[in-house]
């Protein structure tokens, strides 16, 4: 299983943006996809996921101003990012998880897109 991240890029403080994970592969069933980042010198931490089922978590630095969307039907997810701040500058890795058959499971990251938040 693929997993493609695109839509990062700079933005000044306050501004918006949206980024996309695109899976492809062998794909029998998605258990969720969701966004991590990690900034400079920082560990890898939670931005927000959703399972298949429609729940979502998020992490307390985002909660309120990030929205993670539905899984769509051709397994892709969005992050809709709103009032940037310098601090959610870092490197954005989505994450995929599921099935390729009823046995085989998958836990598949993309290579990350780069946001930065700055004046």
């Known amino acids: 299983v693929q997993v493609v991240e695109s839509g990062g890029g700079s933005v000044q403080p306050g501004g918006s943006l949206t980024l996309s994970c695109a899976t492809s592969?062998?794909?029998?069933?998605?258990?969720?996809m969701g966004w991590y980042r990690q900034a400079p010198g920082k560990q890898r931490e939670l931005v927000a996921i959703r399972n298949r089922g429609g729940g979502t978590d998020y992490g307390d630095s985002v909660l309120g101003r990030f929205t993670i969307s539905r899984l769509n039907a051709d397994n892709t997810v969005h992050l809709q990012m709103t009032n940037l701040k310098p601090e959610d500058t870092a490197v954005y890795y989505c994450?995929?998880?599921?099935?390729?058959?009823?046995?085989?499971?998958?836990?598949?990251w993309g290579q990350g897109t780069q946001v930065t938040v700055s004046s």
């Open positions: 592969g062998s794909i029998f069933n998605i258990i969720g």
């Open positions: 994450n995929a998880r599921g099935y390729e058959s009823i046995r085989q499971t998958y836990d598949a």
